[in-house]
């Protein structure tokens, strides 16, 4: 399997995270009040298997190398894909932040939610776009199979310092994480 199909794979993964995230946005907005497990394991997937795991894979690993092959012509570009990073941390964090006042009801907290989530599934959606069809692409086509190989054993030391079935342990979250809305 090449590194971009491992990506585009966890890629499939975020967007049904974002599936749900849209449906507790849609819920939401006609009244409805998600249990706050629900925000926390959305929090945990969002920090740990997104920004730790696989924004690590793309950000360090995958772009850096790019970037260093096309001698600086990508520097913007990456740049922008960490500025989403960032961003991606900053709506979860807020979220977070509003978690005590929501499960106590409050409307403000509530709100604050709903804005957030909208801007994270927007961001992620366009993030992931711009990825699987104009920065994988260009991967595949810039750098050798040799190059290629490496970033899968790369990608695979990362995957066992997170245990090894990461990806499959948050598969399984998302899944469960509708029967909380």
Do not use: C, W
Not at 50 to 57: D, G, L, P, S
Not at 84 to 108: C, F, T, V
């Amino acid at each position: 399997m090449k590194p971009t199909e491992i990506l585009t794979q966890e890629h499939v993964l975020i967007r049904l995270m974002l599936d749900n995230l849209s449906v507790a946005v849609h819920r939401m907005e006609l009244g409805g009040r998600p249990a706050r497990e629900f925000f926390e394991k959305v929090i945990e997937f969002g920090q740990s298997f997104v920004h730790r795991y696989h924004h690590y894979k793309e950000e360090y690993v995958m772009f850096t190398r790019l970037a260093e092959k096309k001698q600086g012509t990508l520097d913007q570009s990456v740049k922008a894909l960490r500025f989403d990073h960032e961003r991606g941390l900053n709506y979860l964090a807020e979220i977070g932040r509003s978690l005590p006042g929501y499960a106590a009801g409050g409307e403000q907290e509530a709100a604050i939610i709903v804005a957030d989530l909208a801007g994270y599934v927007a961001m992620l959606r366009r993030h992931i776009y711009l990825e699987d069809h104009v920065l994988f692409p260009m991967v595949e086509k810039d750098l050798s199979e040799r190059e290629l190989a490496d970033l899968v054993e790369v990608f695979k030391q990362v995957a066992s310092k997170f245990g090894g079935h990461i990806f499959e342990t948050f598969q399984q979250e998302v899944l469960n994480l509708r029967t909380f809305l």
